[in-house]
């Protein structure tokens, strides 16, 4: 099935990964970030709205579970991934080896490729008894010997440059040897030009290309003769057309995203722009499907799209899908039209079964309105408005909770009277008649208070 318009899939990757494969959608790259196995639990603000993300990175059951869990998503991806495709998974120390272990299980010792290794910190004093660790792990691999893969250079070092000392009307330029060490009987063997490169030097010689080759070079006057008769020739090999150092598998050129960097988006584990460029660039070419199954901030989402490849992303948090598509429509790309968003919470029973961080997100969002810019000591609040043309300045607090009751609106009150607020309201999927009663009382002392239903939100029933 050919993917004609980029998708953003929020849910479990391992069933939104069996619906692709049930459609018959064959992808040409996978890149995944997936989580570490580093028994940290994050709790951060990220993105322009100043969204509360709140994610685990542990596995009860250790190592084992950890990689079953993987497994079975791996083994979809194969399933999604076309055979000409190629396959990157981002890791570090924690499970790098088990998880190489697995995927030669999947896709065969054969077709392992590179283990690539991202220099990801700068080494800095340490008193701890290990060496510090500074790199991540890539392992890449492919589903057969037939894959795309486009060589990437590295830009040749200042020293390199130096080497090119002679200019003429074309550029700097510096002379290679056509007469390299080694016998040879074949066509790079034979005399040229009255020269037998075979009893040169201590082995014999032979050019470094075929005569009709060296031909072409002497008709572009690449070709500089000696004085000396019988001297051999040199090429001239011009800086304009050196394309560079191809890289090895020790990327140690791409630097992390730093905290003033303009595409940080406070995204803990966020990979900078530049790694997936060239990921991308290296093994798909324009109009190729790239997915990311696990792709939180949508960097792989937004370096494919600029670089005129398909996508699809698939992340568990709505909070992520929705940030993925401000990021996406920022580059240009119209809703609809470019991609399209499935599988967001549309039911209460949906909502109610989101991890409080993303249902708190979700209301927010729905709101329109903007995150407490703290995670604790936000006095009681979750959101807010500030005070503009459309609406007066309110608090707002979020309870993903049925028949929430008169303690939660008292508190309330004291928690807008703290933050200096003069309006607020409180969202949950229903309230008490306790709790209206202490909604109107506190009114009439002059404090605006609102109890909103979470149902109102879902069918734009509500109203600043």
């Known amino acids: 099935?050919?993917?004609?318009?980029?998708?953003?899939?929020?849910?479990?990757?391992?069933?939104?990964?069996?619906?692709?494969?049930?459609?018959?959608?064959?992808?040409?790259?996978?890149?995944?970030?997936?989580?570490?196995?580093?028994?940290?639990?994050?709790?951060?603000?990220?993105g322009d709205e100043a969204e509360v993300r709140s994610f685990k990175d542990r596995w009860e059951g250790g190592i084992n579970v950890y990689i079953e869990w993987m497994k079975e998503r791996v083994v979809k991806m194969y399933d999604v991934l076309?055979?000409?495709?190629?396959?990157?998974?981002?890791?570090?120390?924690?499970a790098g080896h088990?998880?190489?272990?697995?995927?030669?299980?999947v896709f065969g010792y054969k077709n392992f490729q590179n283990e690539i290794i991202w220099k990801r910190s700068h080494s800095r004093s340490s008193i701890s008894k290990i060496f510090r660790r500074a790199h991540d792990i890539v392992f890449f691999y492919t589903k057969s010997d037939e894959y795309i893969f486009n060589m990437h250079f590295r830009e040749l070092s200042e020293a390199s440059k130096r080497i090119y000392i002679k200019r003429d009307e074309h550029g700097l330029y510096r002379l290679v040897p056509l007469l390299v060490s080694g016998r040879r009987r074949g066509e790079t063997g034979k005399p040229w030009k009255g020269i037998d490169p075979n009893p040169r030097g201590k082995e014999g010689m032979h050019w470094v290309t075929m005569p009709s080759k060296l031909e072409a070079y002497e008709k572009k006057g690449l070709i500089v003769w000696p004085d000396k008769p019988g001297g051999a020739p040199n090429l001239k090999y011009y800086l304009k057309d050196n394309a560079g150092v191809p890289i090895n598998d020790i990327w140690d050129d791409i630097p992390i995203i730093q905290s003033s960097s303009l595409e940080g988006m406070g995204y803990p584990t966020q990979k900078p722009e530049s790694l997936l460029e060239r990921i991308i660039k290296v093994s798909?070419?324009?109009?190729?499907v790239v997915l990311d199954p696990f792709c939180?901030?949508?960097?792989?989402?937004?370096?494919?799209?600029?670089?005129?490849?398909?996508?699809?992303?698939?992340?568990?948090?709505?909070?992520?899908?929705?940030?993925?598509q401000k990021r996406i429509e920022k580059l240009g790309a119209v809703q609809g039209k470019d991609f399209d968003v499935i599988g967001m919470p549309t039911t209460?029973?949906?909502?109610?079964?989101?991890?409080p961080f993303e249902f708190q997100n979700w209301v927010i969002n729905e709101m329109k309105a903007r995150q407490s810019k703290k995670l604790s000591s936000d006095f009681g609040l979750d959101g807010y408005y500030e005070k503009s043309i459309f609406t007066d300045q309110a608090g707002i607090q979020v309870k993903q909770s049925e028949s929430v009751g008169r303690n939660v609106v008292d508190n309330f009150e004291t928690a807008l009277k703290r933050a200096k607020y003069e309006k607020g309201y409180v969202v949950a999927f229903s309230f008490s008649k306790g709790a209206h009663e202490e909604a109107a009382r506190i009114k009439k002392e002059g404090l605006d208070v609102r109890l909103v239903e979470v149902d109102d939100l879902l069918h734009g029933k509500f109203k600043v």
């Not at 088990?98 to 299980?105: I, R």
């Open 98 to 105: 088990y998880l190489k272990v697995m995927l030669d299980e």
């Open 284 to 288: 798909s070419n324009k109009g190729d």
């Open 1 to 46: 099935m050919v993917v004609d318009k980029n998708l953003l899939i929020c849910g479990d990757n391992l069933s939104a990964l069996d619906g692709l494969v049930k459609k018959g959608i064959k992808v040409d790259l996978i890149y995944l970030d997936p989580p570490f196995f580093s028994n940290r639990h994050y709790e951060v603000i990220w």
């Open 82 to 94: 076309k055979d000409t495709g190629s396959f990157y998974l981002h890791c570090d120390w924690h």
């Open 296 to 324: 939180g901030c949508g960097t792989a989402m937004a370096v494919a799209h600029r670089l005129n490849r398909k996508w699809i992303g698939i992340d568990i948090s709505p909070t992520a899908i929705n940030l993925i």
């Open 348 to 355: 209460l029973t949906e909502l109610k079964a989101l991890e």
